[in-house]
């Protein structure tokens, strides 16, 4: 057990004196408080861009490899690992599995909250054991104090199996930042409301993922230009995505981007490949395998070879 002095020294439990009458203020007045502190978050990461470029340069080196991103965390940061992961496929297509979410409680912590499971060191390891976590996987500890036991555990034993560890917390020299091969640490100031680290720390933390996921993605040749290329057009405002992305990057005319979407399966990776190579869609496929996914790599093989069409 931690000491009560210990917790009540955490950067995340200190009381802010900007809101100290914020049951005093007028409605617009309290509302205009929380945005001012918001701004703070996207601040506060700032000086620790260079670690979250390393830790994107190694998420991508071991996805690929066929390792896995897999977040752990209790409360919100446990959802908001889970909300990143469950984001991917739809917007990157990554294959199921490949980015993890894992929360402190299981799946029932995700929709009501299970505060004592986050001191469960135990339930992290059986966690990570039952997805069978190896040592080509990333694994990212989620939390804001940096010291809630389920995520230090979880990169504990990662470490211990020889996966990547990294660290995102809002208290400096924290036991998470310990465990973490690199250790991403922003600290917004105290909340608007007394240690209620949903708030600017949970931005923070959505912030990184943001970048971490993102960046990765990028990385991974899910993305062509600033087009979502790899998209899974799964219900139609998807589906009309995919053909505004086809015909913009193309600029063949609708009924062309959809006879080539048509023949890519819904794929506008392979839609625009397939327009400007003139390829069978098997073909297509084995270029950009060739070219590990990237689009514009494969684009300008192809037109090394004087082979766009």
């Known amino acids: 057990m931690i000491p009560a002095n210990t917790l009540d020294a955490l950067a995340t439990e200190q009381n802010n004196p900007a809101s100290a009458a914020i049951d005093e203020m007028t409605t617009l007045e309290m509302m205009t408080l929380i945005n001012q502190e918001d701004q703070k978050a996207t601040l506060s990461i700032v000086p620790i861009l260079p670690q979250i470029a390393a830790a994107v340069d190694l998420i991508a080196e071991r996805l690929q490899q066929n390792g896995r991103l897999i977040y752990c965390g209790a409360g919100t940061s446990g959802r908001l690992g889970i909300l990143d992961a469950a984001e991917c496929p739809p917007t990157f297509g990554t294959e199921p599995g490949q980015v993890v979410g894992l929360i402190a409680g299981g799946r029932e912590a995700m929709f009501h909250a299970q505060e004592g499971a986050e001191d469960d060191e135990a339930a992290a390891v059986s966690d990570l054991t039952a997805i069978e976590l190896t040592a080509a996987d990333v694994v990212v500890g989620l939390s804001a104090s940096g010291r809630t036991p389920y995520a230090v555990s979880a990169l504990r034993y990662a470490r211990q199996r020889g996966a990547v560890t990294i660290a995102v917390a809002s208290s400096p020299a924290s036991p998470l930042a310990q465990e973490a091969d690199i250790a991403l640490t922003a600290f917004p100031g105290p909340e608007v409301i007394a240690g209620s680290t949903r708030l600017k720390a949970g931005t923070v933390q959505k912030l990184i993922l943001n970048m971490l996921s993102t960046g990765t993605m990028i990385r991974l040749g899910k993305v062509y230009g600033n087009r979502m290329v790899d998209l899974q057009a799964t219900n139609e405002k998807l589906a009309r995505r995919a053909l505004r992305i086809v015909q913009e990057v193309t600029g063949d005319e609708e009924k062309t981007c959809q006879e080539n979407l ?3 399966e819904g794929n506008a990776k392979l839609a625009i490949f397939l ?3 003139g390829l069978s869609p098997e073909a297509g496929k084995r270029c950009l395998q060739k070219s590990a996914g990237h689009l ?10 004087g082979g766009i069409a």
Do not use: W
């Open 296 to 305: 514009k790599t494969a684009l300008n093989k192809l037109s090394a070879r």
């Open 275 to 277: 327009a400007f190579s």
């Open 262 to 264: 048509r023949k890519a």
